[in-house]
């Protein structure tokens, strides 16, 4: 994979480095088991279901680098499964889950030159997960995952404002990513958690964090909404009518808010891509695939091809994630 500038950069993965899944299998967290299936990998963690079986791209970062290669992906920003960010662990073991995790993922970034790190914070208790960001940063990582069911929080809490503001103080990009601690009954079937059901969670999730005023009260937060913001963006004009006829209960423009947010390009339509970018502007749209999830297979190919104005999509493909990860951007001319 070139060290050159990023001119292609993926900054929505998910994998668990193996180094991890054989500390579970040791016995090193009490409150985690692991099990291996036909189908993958199954998590446990208390007070949950058993993860769904992970795919063998989970835990196989040779594969992910022979994908960012088959694919014309430069950089890879490599974050956690959202089914291992362990929020209903006790404190303490949170706080050794995510350090074990986030060291497990560094090290093998550092093995992959086109590699990165996206950490995970025990973000159920601020202060811990405020002391796992400082941890990360200077362990390389560049960005932190965070999914949007906590037990007793919402991302409006006051008590996730040490969080938003270290994040911003430490320029560490959050890519906010739609999760489930119980999958509601009506979503258990046919595929809807992920069919429609994240979309609505990440809508939700996000406007919460919009109405707390966060975005505008630290300027140097960089948020990113995950498959391209889920059902945020339709609602975007109700989401500021809801304030302007008082019922948000709102800090601060939510307008202003609401422009603050990046989004990834994992939305599987180039003419909602191109709805995107219209909306919002290429320099606030960043290339994701989710993988080895495959909703989106060719990501750069998908984002080329979306009918974008060249400029356009060289900020989408990774001139604006280059700015925010700090990679060395691509050249403003050709795609």
């Given at each position: 994979?070139?060290?050159?500038?990023?001119?292609?950069?993926?900054?929505?993965?998910?994998?668990?480095?193996?180094?991890?899944?054989?500390?579970?299998?040791?016995?090193?967290?009490?409150?985690?088991?692991?099990?291996?299936?036909?189908?993958?990998?199954?998590?446990?963690?208390?007070?949950?279901?058993?993860?769904?079986?992970?795919?063998?791209?989970?835990?196989?970062?040779?594969?992910?680098?022979?994908?960012?290669?088959?694919?014309?992906?430069?950089?890879q920003v490599v974050g956690p499964w959202t089914d291992l960010l362990g929020y209903t662990l006790p404190a303490g073991e949170a706080a050794v889950w995510t350090r074990a995790y986030n060291e497990a993922l560094a090290a093998a970034c550092r093995?992959?030159?086109?590699?990165?790190?996206?950490?995970?914070?025990?973000?159920?208790?601020?202060?811990?997960?405020?002391?796992?960001?400082?941890?990360?940063?200077?362990?390389?990582?560049?960005?932190?995952?965070?999914?949007?069911?906590?037990?007793?929080?919402?991302?409006?809490?006051?008590?996730?404002?040490?969080?938003?503001?270290?994040?911003?103080?430490?320029?560490?990009?959050?890519?906010?990513?739609?999760?489930?601690?119980?999958?509601?009954?009506?979503?258990?079937?046919?595929?809807?958690?992920?069919?429609?059901?994240?979309?609505?969670?990440?809508?939700?999730?996000?406007?919460?964090?919009?109405?707390?005023?966060?975005?505008?009260?630290?300027?140097?937060?960089?948020?990113?909404?995950?498959?391209?913001?889920?059902?945020?963006?339709?609602?975007?004009?109700?989401?500021?009518?809801?304030?302007?006829?008082?019922?948000?209960?709102?800090?601060?423009?939510?307008?202003?808010?609401?422009?603050?947010?990046?989004?990834?390009?994992?939305?599987?339509?180039?003419?909602?891509?191109?709805?995107?970018?219209?909306?919002?502007?290429?320099?606030?749209?960043?290339?994701?695939?989710?993988?080895?999830?495959?909703?989106?297979?060719?990501?750069?190919?998908?984002?080329?091809?979306?009918?974008?104005?060249?400029?356009?999509?060289?900020?989408?493909?990774?001139?604006?994630?280059?700015?925010?990860y700090g990679f060395e951007p691509p050249a403003t001319a050709g795609v």
């Amino acid at each position: 994979m070139t060290r050159a500038a990023a001119r292609v950069v993926d900054v929505h993965i998910h994998t668990i480095p193996p180094a991890l899944v054989a500390a579970i299998e040791r016995g090193g967290f009490p409150s985690v088991g692991v099990t291996r299936t036909e189908r993958g990998l199954v998590f446990s963690f208390p007070g949950m279901a058993p993860s769904p079986p992970g795919p063998a791209g989970l835990a196989d970062f040779d594969r992910l680098e022979r994908f960012a290669v088959e694919e014309g992906i430069d950089r890879q920003v490599v974050g956690p499964w959202t089914d291992l960010l362990g929020y209903t662990l006790p404190a303490g073991e949170a706080a050794v889950w995510t350090r074990a995790y986030n060291e497990a993922l560094a090290a093998a970034c550092r093995e992959h030159p086109g590699m990165v790190a996206m950490a995970t914070i025990p973000l159920p208790f601020p202060e811990g997960a405020v002391r796992e960001m400082e941890a990360a940063r200077a362990m390389g990582c560049r960005g932190i995952m965070v999914g949007t069911d906590l037990p007793g929080l919402d991302m409006d809490a006051p008590e996730l404002e040490p969080v938003w503001e270290a994040a911003a103080g430490l320029s560490l990009p959050v890519l906010i990513h739609p999760s489930f601690l119980c999958v509601p009954a009506r979503l258990q079937s046919r595929g809807l958690k992920n069919a429609v059901g994240r979309a609505g969670e990440g809508a939700v999730a996000l406007t919460r964090l919009v109405y707390s005023g966060a975005l505008v009260r630290h300027p140097g937060l960089v948020v990113v909404a995950a498959l391209g913001g889920g059902g945020l963006l339709p609602l975007w004009q109700r989401i500021v009518r809801n304030q302007e006829i008082g019922w948000a209960e709102a800090s601060g423009d939510v307008a202003a808010s609401l422009r603050r947010l990046y989004f990834d390009s994992i939305v599987l339509d180039p003419a909602y891509l191109r709805y995107l970018v219209a909306r919002v502007g290429a320099d606030r749209v960043l290339l994701g695939s989710d993988y080895p999830f495959p909703w989106e297979p060719h990501p750069a190919a998908f984002v080329a091809g979306a009918g974008l104005d060249p400029p356009e999509a060289i900020a989408v493909l990774g001139g604006t994630a280059a700015v925010l990860y700090g990679f060395e951007p691509p050249a403003t001319a050709g795609v």
